[in-house]
């Protein structure tokens, strides 16, 4: 919602001497979301004169930042791959991508000791592996985020 603020942020950091990185967290859009083509614009500098002092940082949990459904791609667009193009090209803009992919189980017990051992729990003789597995499978499959969580939840009950 705050994104119609972009261009006025912009502008305000263009005239200082500084450099700034504009940080969005947890960005994705909906289908008929208007400001999806607000912010490619701003990227693209075409809405606002683009900052050459400001870069822009975005964080999603969505590989192209809008939501898609499979009855959409099948839908009756008469353009249906300039559709699809054009939902890819905002996180195109951005220059570069980094991808999270599911750990397999060795790596993801790998994480659990590591962050147990950082949060100085350690393992107890028979490790964590089963205890670290299930808590994944609960929380929808092996991840670093599970991970972590599994490790505070640790930490939680050692008080």
């Known amino acids: 919602e705050q994104l119609r603020l972009l261009p006025g942020v912009m502008d305000e950091l263009s005239g200082n001497p500084l450099k700034f990185i504009l ?10 979301d208007d400001s999806f083509g607000e912010l490619k ?3 693209e ?10 870069a822009i940082y975005a964080t999603s949990n969505r590989r192209h930042l809008v ?4 009855s959409e791609r099948d839908g009756d667009d008469v353009h249906r791959q300039d559709t699809l193009q054009e939902i890819a090209s905002l996180s195109e803009r951005f220059g ?17 000791q590591s962050l147990a051992l950082r949060a100085g729990i350690p393992a107890p003789p028979d490790g964590f592996a089963a205890e670290a597995e299930a808590f994944a499978l609960r929380k929808g499959g092996r991840s670093a985020r599970a991970a972590e969580q ?9 008080g």
């Open 67 to 70: 939501r898609e459904t499979f």
């Open 23 to 32: 940080f969005l967290d947890d960005l994705s859009f909906q289908r008929n």
């Open 150 to 158: 599994f490790v505070q939840s640790l930490a939680a009950r050692r």
């Open 41 to 43: 614009a701003i990227l």
């Open 45 to 54: 500098g075409t809405a606002a004169a683009k900052a050459p002092n400001v």
């Open 96 to 112: 570069l991508s980094v991808l999270f992919g599911r750990p397999d189980k060795a790596l993801y017990l790998t994480i659990v």
